[in-house]
Every structure is written in C-alpha cells, then in structure tokens.
C-alpha cells in the first residue's frame, strides 16, 4: 500500500517530465504563433477571394450588364461588336498594367506558389501579387477564358508571404503558412474546405506532415466560413443526384478514364504549343494580349460559353442540358479558347478550364454510352461529373484533392468508385505522356526542377558560395592564374556541378572565383564540406515532411 502512495506521489512529477520536453519543443518551433498566423491568413485571404470575385463581376457589368456569372444569355443579347472587342479592349488595359506597373510583366499563378515553397517560401512579392490579381480581374471580367482559383491562390500566397515578413518568421514556418493560404484560398473559391487542406499538401507542400495539418487546416475552415458568409452555403455546382445504374459500367468508367486522358494531354499540348508560338513571336507586350482578346472574342460571337470562367456551361453540361453536337463542340473551341488567352499573358488559371472540359467529355461520352448499351448506362450527368474530375486531375497533378473537390463541389460521395478509377486512369496515362503536370512544366520552364525529388533539387539549387570557406589571409596568396593554376570553381555554380568538378579532378579543394573575374580568389570550396552541406540540408527537408 506504501508503495503505490509513493509511486501516485510521484506520478506528477513523471507526467511533468513527460510532458515538459514536448511542450518546450512545440514552442521551440514557434506553433502557437504559427496557429493563430494561420487564422490570420485565413481571414485574409478570404476576404481577398471575395473581393477579388465581386471586381471580376463588376468589370463585366459595363459589357455585359450583369455581375453573376451567368454570362451566356447576357453574352448572346449583345451586339456581336461588343462581344468582339470587350476581350479585346480588356487586353489593351492588361498590356499596359504589365508593360507599366508589373514587376514580373506577366500574371503569377499556381507555379509560382511551388516555386517560392521550394525557396523557403519566399520570392512572392505583394506588389506583383496586387498587381497580378487586378490583371486577373480585368482579364476574367472582360471575357478572357481562363480560371479564376489559380489566381486567388496566388494572391493568398503572396499575402501570406507578407505576414511571414512581417513576423520573420523561418524557413519552415514559411512553407507551412504558404500552405494555409493556399488551403482558405482554394476553400474559399470553392466551398470545400476538406479540398483546401489536400490541395495545400498535394501540390503546394509536397507531402503530409503532422505539423502542418492543423495551422492548415485552420486556415481552411476560415476561409470556407467568411466565404459561405458571403455568398452563401451552397455548392459551386447544384446538380440532380445521380447513381450508377449497374456495376456492369465499370468497363465503361475506365474508358472515360482513357478518353479524359486523351483530352488533358491535348489540352496541355495545346497550352504549351501555344505558349511556344507566341514566344517565338515578336510584338510589343502590351499589343499581345489585345491581339488574343481579338481571337477570344472572335471565338465568342459564335460560342459565348468560351467567355471568362465558364461555370454556367460547365453547369449545364452537368445537368444534361447540351446535346453532344453542342459538348464536342465547345470541347474545341474552348481549349483553343484557353490557350491563346494565356498564351497571350491575359491572367487566369486552368482549374475551371479543365473542370469544362472534362464536363463536356463525360457528356459527351455518356450520351454515346447510354445509346449504345440504354438498358444499362447511367445518366449522362453522371460522367459528366467523372469527366470533370478525371481531366482536372490528370492537368494538375492533383488527383486526391480534386477527386475530393468534385465530391464537395457535387455534395456526394455515392460515386467515389467510379470516380477514382476514372481519376486514376486519367492522371496515369497524362502523366505517362508528359511526364509531369502543367504547373511542372511551367516551372521546368524557368529551370526549377522541383518534381524531380528533393535531392535533385538541393543539388541544383545549393551554389558554391553557401558552403565556401573564406579565401587565403594574404592578398598575394588571392591571385589566380586561371590559365595555368589549374581546375576552378565559380562561386555560382551548383552543388551537382562542383561534386563533378571534385570527382573529375580528384582533389579535395578548389579555389572558387567570381564568374567574369577568374584572376582574383574570393573563397576555397572542399568535397567534404559541400557533401556535409547537402547532407544537413536533406536532414532538414527530410524532419520538415515528417514531423
């Protein structure tokens, strides 16, 4: 009896050595303040998802005379002029904001996010951030084709950005509140908060890590709160409930799968072939996208579902209010929509594009199911919805968190089967094709390479410079002769190009020089130091994701 007495005496004091350690290391890492930032940031970037909704509706009263968006019957009212040289004329005022005023002379987007996570979540100015989201708001409300959640996420970022400044916060604190404002980014465009939280890891993180789940989380359920306050607590997309008639259809859900993938590697060849073409094409900036608006309006006399974000068609689609002449139609006309709106630095993303084109290609292909085999295919509607989230998935490389928006954006989970077979089979066959997403590819266009593991990426983007030792003492002992003293680095090369240099030469150090100043010794580079460095900096990245 004395010994359990003694042993509850003591209980306290083992609970308070359990538990000290653990707490000391979550303040260590600054949560408490990272939680209540995230809330912070929630709100933010809620309120600038709402602002940035209600400008895209007022910049196309003027034209359109209504700021919903249901734009199709409004479009078809108007003069075919108008509708000609709206795009045209929102055009002429994004050249001149991206010739005059914008720092990147081109609008950011989702690419830019995973750019600035694989930098420590920074590089995301608020003032091209601003600037970017008017681009956008003209651009979307002038009738541009393109989405308006990539350009909400970006604005997010940047705001959030901006608080990490502000709070100097590290570089990994950083990432994760990059993350939040992307999770009440994506919450708040969409209403799906769950789908915010798995975007944010899927494709801005990179991985799942305890750590950051909930100032995530937080974050998105914020921003899903301001946001059904706002516009209401209704789904992006109000739909008949739909069932699979028999499971004899799976056959049939693979094929949409195989046909959704055909169109998302068309519809990225046609983004990039497009983005090419007007790379190699010489104009002034700000005649560029005034030319594509010309292109885009021309397309909307005759199609006016091409014009701006396009939900109303996608909607209809959804509801099996298009016949099949009417969905391969604008399956079409809206990719080369798409393409040359972006390709003409018009601002806009491709999430609502690619939940278009899969609504048309799920259509489409369920009226051709339900004639061939009507005793057994499901509504068209149905595939519509498996079309929506297979192609969006597929374009970005995001297949957990757009099967889940499609369930949150439809209210239902009763077809998750279908869904993720289709998804599964859409997004592996894309990624067969083209080997990464269309964010990807954008980021291999600037020379980031961040799909290709963390590795891969530290060993490109750590430089001379970051591990160097300081040069000789002696100013004599400085001087170089790069002629004759033998093999040298540059205080600019990469980590993977001097362990090259190290292992071709054989020796252990190097002297490092400026690049267009070889004669003058600024540091001394050692293999044993730059692979101590790569080392430390996995085992950072490594803890971050696990954690």
């Known amino acids: 009896m004395r010994k359990i007495i003694e042993t509850a005496g003591q209980l306290p004091k083992i609970l308070i050595s359990w538990i000290t350690p653990n707490l000391r290391q979550f303040r260590g890492n600054k949560l408490p303040l990272i939680w209540f930032l995230a809330i912070l940031v929630g709100a933010l970037v809620a309120l600038a998802a709402i602002a940035f909704r209600t400008a895209i509706g007022l910049i196309q009263w003027p034209w359109l005379g209504t700021v919903t968006e249901l734009t199709i019957q409004a479009a078809r009212q108007q003069p075919w002029w108008v509708i000609l040289l709206a795009p045209a004329f929102a055009g002429l005022l994004v050249g001149w904001i991206l010739h005059r005023f914008h720092p990147q002379q081109r609008a950011g987007g989702v690419a830019d996010v995973i750019e600035a996570r694989a930098h420590g979540g920074r590089g995301l100015p608020l003032s091209a951030g601003l600037w970017s989201a008017v681009v956008t708001a003209i651009s979307l409300g002038g009738g541009a084709s393109a989405g308006r959640e990539g350009p909400v996420v970006h604005l997010g970022a940047t705001l959030g950005t901006a608080v990490c400044n502000f709070f100097n916060l590290p570089d990994a604190g950083r990432?994760?509140?990059?993350?939040?404002?992307?999770?009440?980014?994506?919450?708040?465009?969409?209403?799906?908060?769950?789908?915010?939280?798995?975007?944010?890891?899927?494709?801005?993180?990179?991985?799942?890590?305890?750590?950051?789940?909930?100032?995530?989380?937080?974050?998105?359920?914020?921003?899903?709160?301001?946001?059904?306050?706002?516009?209401?607590?209704?789904?992006?997309?109000?739909?008949?409930?739909?069932?699979?008639?028999?499971?004899?259809?799976?056959?049939?859900?693979?094929?949409?799968?195989?046909?959704?993938?055909?169109?998302?590697?068309?519809?990225?060849?046609?983004?990039?072939?497009?983005?090419?073409?007007?790379?190699?094409?010489?104009?002034?900036?700000?005649?560029?996208?005034?030319l594509g608006g010309l292109a885009v309006g021309a397309i909307g006399i005759f199609f006016p579902e091409v014009l701006g974000v396009?939900?109303?068609?996608?909607?209809?689609?959804?509801?099996?209010?298009?016949?099949?002449?009417?969905?391969?139609?604008?399956?079409?006309?809206?990719t080369a929509a798409t393409a040359i709106t972006l390709a003409s630095r018009f601002g806009g993303g491709i999430f609502s594009p690619s939940l278009y084109l899969g609504a048309m290609t799920g259509g489409a292909f369920g009226l051709i199911a339900a004639s061939v085999f009507?005793?057994?295919?499901?509504?068209?509607?149905?595939?519509?919805?498996?079309?929506?989230?297979?192609?969006?998935?597929?374009?970005?490389?995001?297949?957990?968190?757009?099967?889940?928006?499609?369930?949150?954006?439809?209210?239902?989970?009763?077809?998750?089967?279908?869904?993720?077979?289709?998804?599964?089979?859409?997004?592996?066959?894309?990624?067969?094709?083209?080997?990464?997403?269309?964010?990807?590819?954008?980021?291999?266009?600037?020379?980031?390479?961040?799909?290709?593991?963390?590795?891969?990426?530290?060993?490109?983007?750590?430089?001379?410079?970051?591990?160097?030792?300081?040069?000789?003492?002696?100013?004599?002992?400085?001087?170089?002769?790069?002629?004759?003293?033998?093999?040298?680095?540059?205080?600019?090369?990469?980590?993977?190009?001097?362990?090259?240099?190290?292992?071709?030469?054989?020796?252990?150090?190097?002297?490092?020089?400026?690049?267009?100043?070889?004669?003058?010794?600024?540091?001394?580079?050692?293999?044993?130091?730059?692979?101590?460095?790569?080392?430390?900096?996995?085992?950072?990245?490594?803890?971050?994701?696990?954690?």
């Open 175 to 290: 990432r994760v509140m990059l993350a939040c404002a992307v999770a009440s980014g994506v919450s708040a465009s969409f209403n799906a908060p769950i789908a915010g939280v798995l975007f944010a890891h899927e494709v801005v993180l990179g991985h799942y890590a305890v750590s950051a789940f909930v100032p995530i989380v937080l974050a998105s359920v914020v921003g899903t709160l301001l946001s059904r306050l706002w516009f209401g607590n209704v789904a992006a997309f109000e739909i008949p409930q739909y069932e699979i008639s028999s499971y004899l259809e799976i056959p049939a859900f693979a094929l949409l799968g195989l046909t959704c993938a055909a169109v998302a590697i068309a519809f990225q060849f046609a983004l990039i072939g497009t983005d090419w073409t007007a790379r190699n094409i010489s104009m002034p900036l700000w005649f560029r996208p005034v």
């Open 310 to 334: 396009g939900y109303e068609a996608t909607d209809l689609a959804l509801k099996h209010e298009l016949t099949i002449q009417t969905m391969l139609t604008l399956l079409v006309v809206k």
């Open 374 to 547: 009507p005793e057994m295919a499901s509504s068209h509607g149905l595939y519509a919805i498996l079309g929506m989230g297979a192609v969006a998935a597929a374009v970005l490389g995001a297949p957990f968190s757009t099967t889940v928006i499609v369930f949150e954006l439809t209210g239902g989970y009763a077809l998750s089967i279908a869904l993720l077979l289709a998804v599964s089979i859409a997004t592996g066959l894309t990624q067969a094709v083209h080997g990464k997403s269309y964010f990807h590819w954008q980021l291999g266009m600037r020379g980031c390479f961040v799909n290709e593991g963390v590795h891969q990426f530290l060993s490109e983007t750590v430089k001379v410079r970051d591990f160097m030792d300081p040069p000789p003492e002696k100013e004599e002992e400085r001087a170089f002769n790069p002629g004759e003293d033998g093999p040298y680095l540059h205080d600019t090369d990469s980590l993977e190009s001097a362990l090259k240099s190290f292992d071709s030469c054989g020796k252990a150090a190097l002297p490092v020089v400026r690049k267009g100043d070889a004669t003058k010794i600024i540091g001394t580079a050692r293999h044993v130091r730059g692979l101590r460095y790569f080392n430390a900096a996995l085992i950072k990245a490594t803890k971050e994701e696990h954690n």
